[in-house]
């Protein structure tokens, strides 16, 4: 079975600071995946994907990750971050194949940004 | 196009009661999901359609039950509502093996 695990429950950064926000997963074939951002009270949205090729991928609002196949990792990172970032975000796993194609997410990381 | 939709967006129900939560999409996708977000858990599958007149039990189906008549339309439903229940429940569509789309989400309460 998949699994998703992001360590850091919250992280607080200051304003214009880099950040990077870990992920780890379980799978045993080629996984697919996403790191969503939530707003509060927000549904989720889509920050940026991989599914093959290029291992750093780019994603909306300045943000790219880095797909390690030997670390079963995909970090997020900014350079930059701005006082907006603050939401929770998930990152998730998915198979090419096996019923229904699902996602399984992690518990989330809260980012709060100091100004 | 207005995507993903859901209905209510707040609901406060008594143990017991019953109820149906609405998913609607108009992007023509086959997959739908119902998930419930809970703090520190991330989402959990509940239930999952691959197309219309199909549902699949997800990671937490007990006390839950789900609907596909229409393509466009994925019904959950509480039949006695427990306060374990109390979450935030989000509906998600998908085209094959793209990325989900989420919807707003709707906020539950049984007391």
């Known amino acids: 079975a998949q699994s998703v695990t992001q360590p850091d429950i919250h992280i607080t950064v200051s304003e214009g600071a880099s950040l990077e926000l870990r992920c780890n997963y379980s799978y045993g074939a080629t996984p697919y995946l996403f790191w969503y951002v939530q707003s509060p009270g927000q549904g989720l949205q889509l920050l940026l994907k991989?599914?093959?090729?290029?291992?750093l991928v780019q994603g909306i609002k300045g943000f790219e990750a880095e797909f390690k196949r030997s670390q079963s990792s995909f970090n997020l990172r900014k350079p930059s971050v701005h006082w907006s970032d603050a939401a929770e975000y998930f990152c998730?796993?998915?198979?090419?194949?096996?019923?229904?194609?699902?996602?399984?997410f992690g518990g989330g990381t809260r980012l709060m940004v100091k100004p | 196009n207005a995507g993903v939709t859901q209905t209510p967006k707040f609901r406060v129900l008594k143990t017991g009661q019953s109820m149906t939560l609405l998913c609607a999409q108009d992007m023509n996708h086959e997959y739908m999901y119902w998930y419930r977000q809970d703090p520190g858990m991330g989402l959990r599958l509940i239930h999952y359609s691959v197309g219309e007149g199909t549902t699949a039990k997800g990671e937490v189906p007990d006390g839950y039950n789900v609907s596909r008549l229409k393509k466009q339309n994925f019904l959950l439903g509480l039949e006695s509502a427990a306060p374990s229940q109390t979450s935030v429940y989000f509906c998600a569509s998908k085209l094959d093996h793209y990325e989900q789309y989420f919807g707003p989400g709707t906020r539950l309460t049984v007391t």
């Open positions: 998730a796993v998915g198979a090419f194949a096996g019923a229904g194609n699902m996602l399984t």
């Open positions: 991989y599914f093959s090729g290029d291992t």
